[in-house]
Nanobody, 123 residues
Framework: DVQLVESGGGSVQAGGSLRLSCAVSVSSANDYCLGWFRQPPGKEREGVATIDMDGTITYADSAKGRFTISKDRANNTLYLQMNSLKPEDTGLYYC??????????????????RGQGTQVTVS
């Protein structure tokens, strides 16, 4: 089984930054599409950013210009650098992995494996 363990969440003031990490327990993260998704309080899960097997990156409109997704191939770790945080960024953030390719992975928060999540609160 694929295991995903997120870390790095916390409480910050608006305008602050956080860096989320996700340890992906697979033989090679390059064989998976990886993504960050979030669930705001009282709302449905939504995509934040994804990175395909070939390295193609897709961001949600709400994340463009503020968030950066990246992966460390050597350590099979996925990151999400979040800058200029807003209160509407509050939610449970979790990483996801799928060995299947979806052109619209960002719109599929329920596919693949996902971790338990890490809470981000912006006030």
């Amino acid at each position: 089984d694929v295991q995903l363990v997120e870390s790095g969440g916390g409480s910050v003031q608006a305008g602050g930054s956080l860096r989320l990490s996700c340890a992906v327990s697979v033989s090679s993260a390059n064989d998976y599409c990886l993504g960050w998704f979030r669930q705001p309080p009282g709302k449905e899960r939504e995509g934040v950013a994804t990175i395909d097997m070939d390295g193609t990156i897709t961001y949600a409109d709400s994340a463009k210009g503020r968030f950066t997704i990246s992966k460390d191939r050597a350590n099979n770790t996925l990151y999400l650098q979040m800058n200029s945080l807003k209160p509407e960024d509050t939610g449970l953030y979790y990483c996801s992995a799928t060995s299947l390719y979806y052109s619209d992975y960002l719109s599929r928060p329920d596919v693949g494996y996902r971790g338990q999540g890490t809470q981000v609160t912006v006030s």
